[in-house]
């Protein structure tokens, strides 16, 4: 599985932004599917996971009510919407495939993609 990631930019506080992960593979269907972040100086932090069916979604808790996930198995599509950005979301944005433990684990996924930058200006 290659996975694509797009759709960063910069934004105000408040703003919202749109992340996108095209996969290619067959299998795509069969993964379940992350986002990740990683600010300049820590260490990359889960986001959002969605399971292969789409039915199961999980958050990080700085990120619940405010970002939402969601596939679409027909076009191989990953979607992160950012709602209500706030500075410390600032980060280059990751989407993951494949799940071999903990959905919120960065070593239970066996893919990745090259990043995405989100700057949110205060």
């Known amino acids: 599985v290659q996975l694509q990631a797009s759709g960063g930019g910069s934004v105000q506080a408040g703003g919202s932004l749109r992340l996108s992960c095209a996969a290619s593979?067959?299998?795509?269907?069969?993964?379940?599917m992350g986002w990740f972040r990683q600010a300049p100086g820590k260490e990359r932090e889960f986001v959002a996971a969605i399971s292969w069916s789409g039915d199961n979604t999980y958050y990080a808790d700085s990120v619940k009510g405010r970002f939402t996930i969601s596939r679409d198995s027909a076009k191989n599509t990953v979607t992160l919407q950012m709602n209500s950005l706030k500075p410390e979301d600032t980060a280059v944005y990751y989407c993951?495939?494949?799940?071999?433990?903990?959905?919120?684990?960065?070593?239970?996924?066996?893919?990745w993609g090259q990043g995405t930058q989100v700057t949110v200006s205060s």
């Open positions: 593979g067959r299998t795509f269907s069969m993964y379940h």
């Open positions: 993951a495939a494949d799940l071999a433990g903990r959905y919120s684990a960065v070593g239970s996924y066996g893919y």
